[in-house]
């Protein structure tokens, strides 16, 4: 089983950034997709970026492209979401997500990803 653990939210002002973690303490996240999501009150979790770990190829939604950056440390077994040239429509509890998955899996599906972490409160204050 995997367990997924984020930290790094936290208030920011609109314009400055915040780096996610996402760590899996048992190592067991070398043959899955690590994806970020995020869910803001009264709205549907909502996917962000997603990156596969063998082999490091991200993807982005279109909300997100240009101003955040999803990573990995495979030493660390950690995954990052850097978020730049943040504004207060992003304020939203940010969680971190692991799933197996085959060529044309809809990663933009939440339904699709097996394990969760607790999530990560993000606040952009304008």
Known sequence: Q??????GGGLVQA????????????RTITSYALGWFRQAPGKEREFGARIIWVGG??????????????SRDIAKNTVY???NSLTPEVTAVYYCAAALYT???NFGNARIWN??????Q???SS
């Open 122 to 124: 993000v606040t952009v």
């Open 103 to 105: 060529t044309g899996t």
């Open 115 to 120: 394990y969760w972490g607790q999530g990560t």
């Open 15 to 26: 314009g400055g950034s915040l780096r996610l973690s996402c760590s899996d303490s048992r």
């Open 57 to 70: 190829t991200p993807y982005y939604a279109d909300s997100v492209k240009g101003r955040f950056t999803i």
């Open 2 to 7: 995997v367990l997924l653990a984020e930290s």
């Open 81 to 83: 979401l850097q978020m």
